[in-house]
């Protein structure tokens, strides 16, 4: 796993002393917040140091917000108007679409696989559009973005071998 204690640190510009430990755990946090200067600074280290730890981290973090974005009980329909909603994507090379997210997040909600069709990267692509939108979507704050952080990091490492 990336455990960043021998690299250089990023500038930050949040206000929140405790965060992600990893180096994607910090590549994420920076994207959710929309802080792209931050984004490129650990992008480019994980490209340095290998990008292994990052779907592992991505993919738990995105199945947490999922659930406290759409509690059991959620409507369908909530998660059509969610995903249909318009929303600055967070590259003019992502193709947002609508309908895939909406089969991503309803898989990951129990419903029997709808996402056989997609690739690994195209469900990463994905998960990181949406990580970004349903963080905004809640307004969830620095604490418990990092918490969110913390417990994706922690699942990732603990399935390590």
Do not use: C
């Amino acid at each position: 796993m990336f455990w960043d204690d021998s690299l250089s640190a990023a500038p930050t510009t949040s206000g929140s002393t405790r965060g992600p430990q990893t180096v994607p755990g910090k590549m994420l946090r920076a994207i959710a917040r929309r802080d792209f200067v931050e984004f490129r600074h650990w992008r480019s280290v994980m490209h340095r140091v290998g990008n292994d730890g990052l779907g592992p981290i991505l993919t738990s973090a995105f199945r947490s917000v999922v659930v406290r974005r759409f509690p059991p009980g959620t409507d369908r329909r909530d998660i059509i108007r969610f995903a249909m909603q318009p929303r600055q994507p967070l590259s003019s090379t992502v193709n947002l679409n609508p309908l895939e997210a909406e089969a991503y997040i309803r898989t990951i909600l129990g419903e029997p696989d709808l996402i056989g069709d997609l690739s690994g990267r195209r469900l990463s692509d994905l998960a990181m559009q949406y990580f970004v939108f349903i963080v905004e979507d809640m307004g969830l704050g620095d604490e418990e973005l990092d918490s969110i952080l913390a417990k994706a990091e922690q699942f990732a490492d603990s399935t390590r071998e």
